[in-house]
């Protein structure tokens, strides 16, 4: 009993408030060390084609897991979000190690036991909920020690979530190699993943801290005017901010630059060993797993570099880049095929710059909107566009592919359709964005109105 109400307290808001000699630099870290182990997912290719021969899977089947995992981070984000909220980073990094490790630790056994629905179950289900909670875990602290510069520093944490496959990407090709790609190997490796991962995510949860109320950084005054039309100086609670049509506006931009850009990272070591299969420079297992973690890179470093773009400008103008810029990569794909593999690599890492880029700028593109006041809730209510999206850019790209194989086609025939798919939606993508206009007046918290977070009337 004792220990379970020091446990509980030492997981509280209360005890992470940071005194007043603590560093803001050192938050940025303790939200990496969470994205950085949750980013594993975008790392999921690399299983693929080991389940898909060791247990008899089709790709559409073994892209479940991922899928799923997708479909509850969006929920468990939209549902948790009010949670982390009231209960803070730690609580919130806590929860996501618990799951996220056993999620890996169910898979190990559903392998072992050749039992899929067990690793649907622990990858998809429980570690779904772990991404949820633990990619809006930080979020609302950044902007909170941030004020000043909240895409550079939403930027530098989900920077991490796309970088986690940079190096689960290689370490788990390694370890398949180490193990072997049978069902015990697998299992092994989900085993070390759920192990490491809970140790890696730890530090996580002892190092944040939330600002003191009423912080702000030194020398840094909050502006009486908004410095753009998009920028308010107001605050948007929640349970408003989904009733107004920009988040409606905004959950389509962020749906369809997800779905144009998880489509191909979900099937990036097959698609470009399927792209260059009836070519002379064809490509090895290897070399895909290679591919995938380039892939990761670009998507980090998009995260990261986009994102602090935006603070310079606008929100807007940046998702203009991502979605315009963005279809005429995918269509340079599409018009090439297999001719160029240079050409095909350096779009492929353009297009998963703007889908990193948009992950990282949509809670600046939150908090310009709606304020401060709730953003980590609005943020997580965004993320059911991810859900959706986690589950249309996989099925687009795999049910094609597979119905083209059907067909007795091959090479760049296989997602040439998907490909002029993703086009479109990030056409729809572009007009959202362009719809985005200021909040109205009647959407803003009034001050004596508003309750804080800890739950107390201000």
């Not at 209960?87 to 929860?95: K, Q």
């Not at 630790?105 to 909670?133: D, E, K, M, N, P």
């Not at 980090?300 to 935006?310: A, I, Y």
Request: glycine fraction near 12%; hydrophobic fraction near 50%.
């Amino acid at each position: 009993m004792c220990y379970r109400w020091g446990m509980a307290g030492f997981l509280s808001r209360s005890r992470t408030v940071a005194d007043p000699a603590w560093s803001r630099w050192l938050v940025p870290p303790a939200a990496l060390s969470v994205h950085l182990a949750i980013g594993q997912a975008y790392a999921w290719s690399v299983f693929k084609p080991p389940l898909e021969s060791s247990l008899q899977l089709s790709g559409t089947q073994s892209a479940l897991p991922f899928q799923l995992g997708i479909v509850m981070l969006g929920l468990s984000a939209a549902f948790g979000g009010t949670l982390v909220e009231r209960n803070g980073p730690r609580w919130a990094m806590f929860v996501s190690a618990a799951c996220f490790s056993s999620g890996f630790l169910l898979s190990a056994l559903g392998v072992a036991t050749r039992q899929y629905w067990l690793v649907v179950l622990g990858y998809g289900v429980v570690g779904g909920i772990g991404l949820g909670i633990g990619y809006i875990s930080p979020v609302s602290t950044l902007i909170k020690w941030f004020p000043d510069r909240p895409g550079m520093a939403t930027g530098i944490a989900i920077m991490g979530f796309g970088g986690g496959a940079l190096i689960a990407s290689p370490w788990s090709a390694q370890m398949l190699d180490t193990f072997g790609p049978t069902t015990s190997g697998i299992a092994t490796t989900f085993l070390v993943h759920g192990l490491v991962y809970a140790v890696f995510m730890s530090m996580g949860v002892l190092l944040v801290r939330v600002p003191p109320e009423g912080w702000s950084p030194k020398g840094w005054t909050p502006p009486a005017v908004a410095r753009r039309p998009l920028i308010t100086t107001a605050d948007v609670s929640a349970r408003n901010a989904i009733r107004t049509p920009q988040f409606y506006c905004l959950w389509v931009v962020l749906c369809c630059n997800v779905t144009a850009g998880i489509g191909i990272l979900e099937k990036a070591a097959p698609m470009i060993t399927d792209f260059f299969a009836g070519t002379s420079t064809a490509v090895a297992a290897g070399a895909a797993a290679g591919f995938v973690a380039l892939l990761s890179l670009a998507n980090m470093t998009g995260r990261f570099v986009w994102s602090s773009t935006s603070d310079l400008i606008g929100r807007k103008n940046m998702y203009r880049v991502y979605l315009g810029a963005g279809a005429l990569l995918y269509l340079a794909i599409a018009l090439a095929g297999d001719s160029s593999k240079p050409l095909f690599i350096v779009c492929a890492l353009g297009i998963l710059s703007f889908y990193g880029g948009g992950f990282a700028t949509v809670p600046a593109y939150l908090k310009d909107l709606f304020g401060t006041y709730q953003v980590g809730a609005i943020h997580g209510r965004l993320l059911t566009a991810w859900s959706t999206a986690g589950v249309l850019g996989p099925l687009i790209v795999n049910a094609i592919a597979d119905a083209q194989k059907e067909a007795g086609r091959s090479g760049p025939d296989l997602y040439t359709t998907s490909l002029f798919i993703m086009i479109g939606l990030l056409a729809v993508g572009f007009l959202a964005n362009e719809l985005i206009r200021p909040v109205h007046d009647r959407y803003h918290e009034r001050p004596e109105a508003r309750v804080m977070e800890t739950g107390q009337a201000v």
